[in-house]
Nanobody
């Protein structure tokens, strides 16, 4: 098991910035990728960004490209999401997710069903 804990959410005005952090513990060596998802009220969970362990590939949703930046430490114990120029439509609960390297699930980086471990979520609210 790999417990994940998010931090860094809060309330910010449009145009502002926030930095989310995801701390992984336990058997972190088994993580092959970490991703950030978000879910707004009444909407489906949306993949925001993902970063891999072995190849370092990074993916972003079109809606956040140029504004959000994902980063990690070498051990993939921590993954951060720097969010700049936030807009009201970015308001959501943001979740950290990790994929196990032995996972048998089909791999689509933006599909929440591809991930094995989840954090509890952190609220991000952007006022206009």
């Amino acid at each position: 098991q790999v417990p994940l804990v998010e931090s860094g959410g809060g309330l910010v005005q449009a145009g502002g910035s926030l930095r989310l952090s995801c701390a992984a513990s336990g058997d972190t060596i088994c993580i092959s990728a970490i991703a950030w998802f978000r879910q707004a009220p009444g909407k489906e969970r949306e993949g925001v960004s993902c970063i891999g362990r072995s190849d370092g590939n990074i993916y972003y949703a079109d809606s956040v490209k140029g504004r959000f930046t994902i980063s990690r430490d070498r051990a993939l114990n921590t993954a951060n999401l720097q969010m700049n120029n936030l807009q009201p439509e970015d308001t959501a609960v943001y979740y950290c997710a990790a994929r196990d390297r032995n996972s048998q699930k089909p791999w689509i980086y933006s599909d929440y069903s591809s991930y094995d471990y989840w954090g509890q979520g952190t609220q991000v609210t952007v006022s206009s």
